[in-house]
């Protein structure tokens, strides 16, 4: 069975900080995906990472793909209020099947 | 902006009743997938839909539960004789294409049933 680990679970940081959150597996992913969703909503997909080491940005965020195609990480520069949410990462599996972690809650004080 | 309609919004459901939930897909997409998510949980798969077929129903329990995606008409993700432990969100997603690698999940904003 595929599992996504996503560590830590709960980050409360003060506004401007930066911050790092983990998405980990001992499986392989043909791509992974990021998405945020926030109180009453449904998750909005951010990125999607296909090759192994990939590296995207967007804007404030940086997500990177591990070499391996199994892990994958989230870099917020400069956090603000409005990047607090739920972060999933999902993984597409070799079967198209998608797995989902349970999530990194993020709240970015102001 | 015709994003993945769901409705209703929440649901409120007495032990032994029925809950019928709905999905529209965005326009052109005619793949559909169902998802159930509890508090501090993950998104947990339920099943796959393509118009008027179902792809893969592995992740929905063998009782209770079924699915459709008529040729016309929304998706409806049905609930038979709930109990506490249906209460969850469950959130509709669409996509154009087969295959998650190339054609990206949109959800709904989800379906909260409570059963009381």
């Known amino acids: 069975t595929q599992l996504l680990e996503q560590s830590p679970q709960f980050l409360s940081i003060q506004e401007g900080e930066n911050l790092t959150v983990y998405c980990n597996s001992s499986?392989?992913?043909?791509?992974l995906q990021w998405y945020r969703q926030e109180p009453g909503e449904g998750p909005v997909l951010l990125v999607t990472?296909?090759?192994?080491?990939e590296v995207k940005k967007l804007k404030r965020l940086t997500f990177q793909f591990g070499d391996a195609r199994k892990d994958s990480s989230l870099h917020i520069t400069a956090a603000q209020p409005g990047d607090t949410g739920l972060y999933l990462c999902?993984?597409?599996?070799?079967?198209?099947?998608?797995?989902f972690g349970k999530g990194t809650r993020l709240h970015i004080l102001p | 902006n015709a994003g993945v309609m769901q409705n209703p919004r929440h649901l409120v459901r007495r032990r032994g009743q029925e809950a019928r939930l709905r999905c529209s897909p965005m326009?052109?997409?005619?793949?559909v997938y169902w998802y159930r998510q509890l508090p501090e949980e993950g998104l947990k798969f339920m099943v796959y839909?393509?118009?008027?077929?179902?792809?893969?129903e592995s992740g929905m329990p063998k009782e209770r539960f079924s699915a459709e995606f008529p040729k016309e008409g929304p998706s409806i993700l049905r609930i038979q004789q709930v109990v506490r432990g249906d209460s969850a969100a469950y959130f509709c997603?669409?996509?154009?294409?087969?295959?998650?690698?190339?054609?990206?999940?949109?959800f709904g904003n989800g379906t909260r049933l409570t059963v009381t």
């Open positions: 990472v296909v090759t192994g080491g």
């Open positions: 499986s392989v992913f043909s791509s």
């Open positions: 999902a993984g597409v599996g070799r079967d198209d099947k998608i797995i």
């Open positions: 326009k052109g997409h005619s793949h």
């Open positions: 997603a669409s996509s154009a294409r087969q295959g998650m690698s190339n054609s990206p999940l949109h």
């Open positions: 839909l393509q118009k008027e077929n179902i792809i893969d």
